[in-house]
């Protein structure tokens, strides 16, 4: 007997996607002969492209089936293929279970604008996910969300009021009560196709809240006021009130146009405190808020939502300050001239103030060398002699 080798395509001279499809045509059925052929036959012609290819899809692969509309279509044929594919990838038949009425599977999640899968298809896909309770406000969300197809960060969304804490009251505006609040999720930045999500970027952020007592204030013109200055995350409402309010990141500095260090620091001012006034203010204005126990500041951690410190239990020296009114901006200003001046602290016994400073560089030097590691080393060890310790 004399054995052939027939996987090869006669027209490629190789095993192209044609041989594999061929191989698999005993696998699958969709229970009507014309079906069979017309798939088969289109899959016999895909030597190249294996996208333009369809399949059987078996009807339990599919799930949250939701009717849509009507169509025009009643009947499966080569030119109503080409007709949809003209704007839309086709994937494949498949039969309801139910009403054994055969279907396209297609991919309709080309925006019509950019003539691919933007930010608004996902945005789009998520609309029966929430609701705000109030159809306008719904759709004003829906729109805005709608027109943002490159750039993500530009969207608004529905916040559940459950995703903010902390939160404060600071003040009456002209458009209604004005809150302080952190929020658990974080603004979107941008979908991420593998793990099919909204990404997210500074988790636990400070935010601040505009309750408005008449969600009629809610319009796309109050929308754009608002972010020529600051950026509105979204809309949520008052569990107890029932007030709408806007959720908007005014977390930028004035002078950088961005969230700099003086946001992370001005946001930090809550959680600690000297004991006097005019040292907060001093620290604050200073921008320095490092312990020697802790460690410098170094950078700001966006995911942990908190400063991030290196050289823990570093050296330090402690000057007291007998006179607070010592402490002034000339002062500090004197001092790092010669040294690194890390923050204000005071003594729990005698209540002093004490300015903390790194005055470890070698004088010689001026840079920290062996010599200063060996002299904070002298009180670990001692010969027992007084003179020999001196000579060491």
């Not at 908007?248 to 003086?262: A, G, L, P, V, Y």
Request: charged share 20%; with cysteine; hydrophobic share 35%.
């Amino acid at each position: 007997m004399v054995v052939f080798n027939i996987n090869k395509c006669r027209i490629c001279k190789t095993k192209c996607n044609t041989i594999y499809f061929k191989h698999n045509f005993g696998n699958w059925t969709s229970g009507n002969n014309d079906i069979d052929k017309f798939i088969q036959n289109i899959q016999l012609s895909v030597h190249n492209n294996i996208k333009d290819a369809i399949e059987w899809i078996p009807y339990d692969k599919l799930y949250d089936i939701n009717y849509i509309e009507e169509s025009d279509f009643t009947s499966i044929t080569l030119e109503f293929i080409n007709k949809i594919a003209v704007s839309h990838r086709i994937y494949g038949i498949t039969q309801d279970s139910k009403t054994k009425n055969y279907m396209m599977v297609l991919d309709i999640d080309n925006c019509e604008r950019c003539n691919v899968k933007c930010n608004t298809v996902y945005f789009q896909h998520n609309f029966d996910n929430w609701t705000s309770g109030n159809n306008d406000i719904d759709k004003l969300i829906q729109s805005i969300q709608l027109s943002v197809h490159i750039n993500a960060k530009d969207a608004i969304e529905w916040i559940p009021y459950n995703k903010l804490y902390n939160i404060k009251y600071i003040v009456e505006s002209d458009f209604g009560k004005v809150y302080s609040a952190e929020w658990y999720s974080g603004c979107i930045i941008y979908w991420s196709s593998k793990y099919e999500k909204w990404i997210r970027d500074e988790q636990n952020m400070s935010v601040t809240l505009i309750s408005l007592n008449d969600p009629t204030n809610i319009t796309l013109k109050f929308i754009n006021e608002i972010t020529a200055t600051y950026k509105i995350c979204g809309i949520t409402q008052d569990l107890k009130t029932r007030n709408y309010m806007v959720v908007f990141d005014i977390n930028k500095c004035r002078i950088c146009k961005t969230k700099c260090n003086t946001i992370y620091f001005k946001n930090n001012f809550d959680n600690w405190t000297s004991g006097n006034n005019d040292i907060d203010k001093f620290i604050q204005s200073t921008q320095l808020t490092a312990r020697w126990i802790d460690g410098c500041i170094y950078k700001w951690d966006v995911n942990n939502q908190n400063w991030k410190r290196h050289k823990q239990n570093m050296f330090v020296t402690l000057k007291y300050l007998n006179n607070q009114a010592n402490i002034t901006l000339k002062f500090i200003n004197k001092i790092a001239v010669s040294c690194k001046v890390y923050g204000i602290t005071q003594d729990s016994k005698t209540k002093n103030y004490l300015v903390v400073l790194d005055i470890d560089n070698c004088k010689r030097c001026k840079i920290k060398c062996n010599t200063i590691y060996f002299q904070h080393n002298f009180d670990n060890w001692t010969s027992g002699n007084n003179d020999i310790d001196k000579f060491i």
